[in-house]
T-cell receptor, first 114, second 110 residues
Framework: NAGVTQTPKFQVLKTGQSMTLQCAQDMNHEYMSWYRQDPGMGLRLIHYSVGAGITDQGEVPNGYNVSRSTTEDFPLRLLSAAPSQTSVYFC?????????????FGSGTRLTVV | LAKTTQPISMDSYEGQEVNITCSHNNIATNDYITWYQQFPSQGPRFIIQGYKTKVTNEVASLFIPADRKSSTLSLPRVSLSDTAVYYCLVAGAGANNLFFGTGTRLTVIP
């Protein structure tokens, strides 16, 4: 049972480059989310999805795109990387059902934009 | 989403009970209170969730007074491995847009 898998774990980009952060979950969860965490800060929501084909913007969506073609995968695309996007990115999933349902987080992708 | 307020940091000695209080004055009727734990270089981990009164699991207890405007996470007999950041969240059941805030940094001292 892998849970939430994020790849890559580390990435260095040059300003203006694009890339996709991968996220996959094997728990058949409907809800998936992307967060970024800057040093010493809490997590901020970038985009989220409540099911395949359905996505919505979170608190800090600018510069990022998402799509949800399958229940399992929720990739995050950086269109044109900027130094301000240097951060740790976490993907999370939840069944979205029941009152005792927490989110399961991946181990994160540490991104540096130079 | 109801905003939460919690202490920025706390220190505790090993073996002591630690109580972290979170204030959420604007909690809505259908909101639940959830606590997450985050170790350095890891994603947050769900600890406990409750609606009212007391909830206990193998890791912690959560105390919620009748007015639900605050909650207290209780960690019994902490060890060095409990050093982490603890986040209090308030959201409706099945919410899809969680607000984490900056959390409480707990440092356990030998």
């Amino acid at each position: 049972n892998a849970g939430v898998t994020q790849t890559p774990k580390f990435q260095v980009l040059k300003t203006g480059q694009s890339m996709t952060l991968q996220c996959a979950q094997d728990m058949n969860h409907e809800y998936m989310s992307w967060y970024r965490q800057d040093p010493g800060m809490g997590l901020r929501l970038i985009h989220y999805s409540v099911g395949a084909g359905i996505t919505d913007q979170g608190e800090v969506p600018n510069g990022y795109n998402v799509s949800r073609s399958t229940t399992e995968d929720f990739p995050l695309r950086l269109l044109s990387a900027a130094p301000s996007q240097t951060s740790v990115y976490f993907c999370a999933s939840s069944s979205g059902q029941g009152e005792y349902d927490g989110y399961t987080f991946g181990s994160g992708t540490r991104l540096t934009v130079v | 989403l109801a905003k939460t307020t919690q202490p920025i940091s706390m220190d505790s000695y090993e073996g002591q009970e630690v109580n972290i209080t979170c204030s959420h004055n604007n909690i809505a009727t259908n909101d639940y209170i959830t606590w997450y734990q985050q170790f350095p270089s890891q994603g947050p981990r769900f600890i406990i969730q409750g609606y009212k009164t007391k909830v206990t699991n193998e890791v912690a207890s959560l105390f919620i007074p009748a007015d639900r405007k605050s909650s207290t996470l209780s960690l019994p007999r902490v060890s060095l491995s409990d050093t982490a950041v603890y986040y209090c969240l308030v959201a409706g059941a099945g919410a899809n847009n969680l607000f984490f805030g900056t959390g409480t940094r707990l440092t356990v001292i030998p």
